[in-house]
Structure formats: structure tokens, C-alpha cells
């Protein structure tokens, strides 16, 4: 059973949510939080996997909230459901650790399958912020390669490569000829030594090296 989180300070966006997750047999919503302070509060004394969270809210926004709850349990997976595709709200949320940024027109089983593929390790981002993303990335000054290699085994930097191209586990573990386990490994030691917190922020950083070609 996939716990889930749902934050909103709107009311009927959070009661709508949850009726809408209450369909789904495989999902169990474990807590409604009105802003980021409850939500923070709430995933310190619930055990939850995944946290829908909403971005500009009274007191503590989704931004800071993601980036305290992540710090404290690095497990909690944060999927952005926001009307927000500002650039700031895009870029500070993922650098605070969301897993994925959704726009809250997305379509109803998009947004479920963006709860269910987030929480086994991918990413899910709206067209238009990736697009932004992806700009962001190209306007920056591409830095040598080297800085990474540096950090990372030759193995490691494979592994990264197909990540940075979309790959999961799976398909990295099948194209490399390893097992799922030893990728997994790869991934955490890849996370630990660029100091992220998951797949997305590694593929960013990995794009600004030029390794996704």
C-alpha cells in the first residue's frame, strides 16, 4: 500500500484529492496538512511515502517545507501539484528535492501515475517546466566533464549517463549487464558523492556536464 500525504491550503483541493486517491486500491492517504509547517510536522510522526505538495501557501510554503522534510527522512518522496510554473517556484522546489513538479490542470491519471512512479524512483515534470528546466540548463556555461569523472568511479559515470538520458534501474542494470542491486548501489554512491538528493537532480547536473549525448 502506497502512503501518501496530501498538503494544500485550499480546502476543497485537498478533500478533491483525497476522494480522488481513495479510488485507488494500491493508495492510502495518511494525512491532510493545510501548509508547509503541518506538512513538515506530519511526516515527522506519520510514516508516509510520498507527499503531493502544494507550493505557495500561508506561513511555511511547499519549497521550504520539501527541503526540511527531506532533510530529515531522505526517503519521503515530494511530487510538486501546484498552479505555479514560474521559474523561480520551478527551480527552487527541485533544487529543495522534489522527486517531480506537476501543474494542477494535469489529467487525473497522469497524476496517479505520477504518485505511483514517483514513489518506485522516477520522475514525473509538466512538459512546460521541463521545458524551462531544459532552458535553464542550455544557458548555462557547460562545465568540464572532468569535475565529475573526478568525483565518480568509471562505473559510476555509466550508470549516470543512462540516468541522464531516462533510464531506470532496470533498463541501466539490462544495458551494462548488471544486476538491479549492483545499480542500485551505483545510484546511492552517485547521489552521495554529488551531494543530491535523487534522480532528477543528478540528470540536471549530469546535462550540465554534457553527459545525456
Known amino acids: ?37 503541518e506538512a513538515v510536522e506530519m511526516a515527522s510522526n506519520t510514516p508516509a511515502d510520498l507527499i503531493l505538495m502544494d507550493l505557495k501557501m500561508p506561513g511555511m510554503t511547499g519549497v521550504e517545507a520539501t527541503r526540511r ?59 512546460v517546466v521541463a521545458g524551462k528546466l531544459l532552458d535553464q540548463v542550455a544557458n548555462e556555461q557547460v562545465r568540464p566533464s572532468r569535475a565529475i569523472a573526478d568525483k565518480l568511479s568509471g562505473r559510476e559515470t555509466e550508470v549516470l549517463r543512462l540516468l541522464a538520458r531516462g533510464f531506470s534501474n532496470t533498463d541501466i542494470a539490462g544495458q551494462l549487464h548488471l544486476s538491479e542491486g549492483t545499480v542500485r548501489n551505483h545510484v546511492s554512491a552517485i547521489f552521495s558523492k554529488l551531494d543530491v538528493a535523487d534522480r532528477t537532480q543528478a540528470a540536471i547536473i549530469a546535462i550540465q556536464h554534457g553527459m545525456d549525448k
Do not use: H
Request: net charge negative; proline share 3%; with cysteine.
Open 69 to 127: 522534510i527531506r532533510a530529515q527522512n531522505p526517503t519521503i518522496k515530494i511530487l510538486v501539484l501546484t498552479t505555479y510554473d514560474d521559474d523561480e517556484w520551478v527551480f527552487d522546489a527541485i533544487r529543495a528535492g522534489a522527486s517531480g513538479y506537476l501543474l494542477k490542470d494535469t489529467p487525473r491519471e497522469k497524476v496517479i501515475e505520477a504518485i505511483r512512479g514517483t514513489a518506485t524512483g522516477k520522475s514525473y515534470v509538466d512538459p
Open 1 to 37: 500500500m502506497l502512503r501518501v500525504i496530501i498538503c494544500d491550503d485550499q480546502a476543497i483541493i485537498r478533500d478533491g484529492l483525497e476522494m480522488l486517491l481513495k479510488l485507488e486500491r494500491d493508495i492510502q492517504v495518511v494525512g491532510l496538512a493545510q501548509d508547509g509547517a
